[in-house]
């Protein structure tokens, strides 16, 4: 492991040693010492891809973004991108391509397509994927194990990425606030290619790690994305949401659930942003939740993106979320493992209904859930 990726693609010259980027991206004359062998290709350029692949082009590292918005690809390469947000404004060209149209083999592919386009998106680059390179996944839910099932596992890398961000229109991207990401291998152990991945994307953010066991925070990342698909049953904010009194027992017993699931599964998560997996441990005191449910609300606080990704696609979009592959595989991990999830079943059946028209977007909703589960654990 760790010599996959040849060295040299995004090295310094002659040398294996590692690129820390300055804390001022702008300022860092450091991208001008990448030598590429071929673009970094990301691939999805929507809310996430879209802002990797603006940094990674503003620092001076040669990236193509392809996506299936022909709209979104002409304006990226023309006109430019235009980022926004608290965090970082500015307009910068990117080479981008329709799948159809893109050319040439690549050793380092960014994935960051929403879950259930995995599987059509990794048929559609397996062909542009050089022998020794990698698909890293920026995504949330378990896709790994559909990238490794496309690419092999030996191609396949794992990434945990929490900032915030939404694709408001072809060509503009809002960057919502910062967060953790984190990448590791496939399968546990820290490798050099994965501390190389981790340098390169610090042109993106500066606190990007690398990791041995990453699944500990993809399975982190679940449980607390279980909370977020929670909070768009209601039109609230998510700090309001997370904050509110009555909504914390319910909000409790949902992530408490999923820590329990990746137990069963041999995954011990670890915490980020606000998030304490171990506050929702059935015995934890309730006031450790609400301090977490408390700090990820001050996580969201400041950010341009209030409400999450799935009410943006519920609410906006009116297209269907990732409801079955991201926190469907929750209830399918526990029910392989002899184990359940039926506040998570809870959860998803109230998404369907409002991804079918049979339910609207409600606080009351969230009252409904609630006395469900108190109805499950009575
Ligand atoms: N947005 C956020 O703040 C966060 C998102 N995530 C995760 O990141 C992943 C990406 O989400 P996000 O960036 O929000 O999603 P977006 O919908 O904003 O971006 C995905 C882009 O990929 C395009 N696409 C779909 N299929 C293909 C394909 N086969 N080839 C190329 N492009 C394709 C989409 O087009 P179209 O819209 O037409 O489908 C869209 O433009 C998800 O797993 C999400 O859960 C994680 C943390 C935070
Ligand atoms: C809701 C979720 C988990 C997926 O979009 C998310 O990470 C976000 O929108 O911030």
């Not at 990726?5 to 010492?33: E, F, N």
């Not at 309730?286 to 969201?300: F, G, Q, W």
């Not at 339910?359 to 009351?364: D, H, L």
């Amino acid at each position: 492991m760790g010599t996959i990726i040849p060295h040299g693609w995004y090295c310094r010259r002659g040398t294996s040693r590692l690129v820390r980027m300055d804390r001022d991206l702008k300022k860092t004359s450091a991208a001008s010492q990448w030598q590429p062998r071929n673009p970094v290709l990301v691939w999805g350029g929507g809310a996430i891809g879209g802002c990797v692949a603006a940094f990674l082009a503003r620092a001076g590292i040669p990236v193509k973004m392809v996506d299936v918005v022909a709209e979104h690809v002409h304006i990226s390469r023309t006109a430019g991108l235009r980022i926004d947000g608290p965090v970082a404004q500015f307009v910068q060209a990117v080479p981008s391509s329709t799948p159809a149209d893109l050319e040439g083999i690549y050793d380092c592919i960014l994935l960051a397509v929403k879950a259930q386009h995995t599987e059509a998106a990794v048929a559609q680059l397996t062909p542009h994927l050089s022998p020794g390179g990698v698909v890293v996944s920026l995504q949330n839910g378990l896709n790994e194990e559909r990238i490794a099932a496309g690419v092999g596992a030996h191609r396949t890398i794992s990434g945990f990425v929490n900032f915030a961000a939404d694709y408001l229109e072809p060509g503009h991207i809002s960057y919502g606030n910062r967060g953790a990401i984190k990448l590791g291998e496939y399968t546990p152990g820290l490798t050099q290619r994965v501390e190389e991945l981790a340098a390169l994307l610090r042109a993106f953010d500066p606190d990007t790690s690398a990791e041995a066991d990453v699944a500990r925070y993809k399975w982190g990342k679940l449980a607390y994305g279980s909370l977020l698909f929670a909070t768009a049953l209601a039109n609230e904010t998510m700090s309001d949401s997370l904050s509110d009194a009555q909504h914390q027992p319910l909000f409790t017993a949902l992530a408490g659930e999923v820590i329990g699931v990746a137990i069963l599964a041999g995954v011990s998560p670890i915490g980020f942003d606000g998030f304490e997996p171990q506050a929702f441990a059935v015995e934890a005191p309730v006031s450790e939740s609400k301090r977490s449910l408390s700090l990820m609300a001050d996580h969201y606080r400041h950010s341009t993106k209030q409400r999450s990704g799935v009410w943006r696609d519920l609410a906006v979009r009116k297209r269907k979320t990732e409801v079955d592959v991201q926190i469907g595989e929750i209830v399918r991990v526990a029910k392989a493992r002899g184990g359940q999830a039926p506040i998570t079943e809870v959860l998803i059946r109230m998404i369907r209904e409002i991804e079918n028209g049979q339910r609207s977007i409600a606080r009351e909703n969230l009252v409904e859930f609630a006395q469900i589960v108190r109805e499950l654990n009575a």
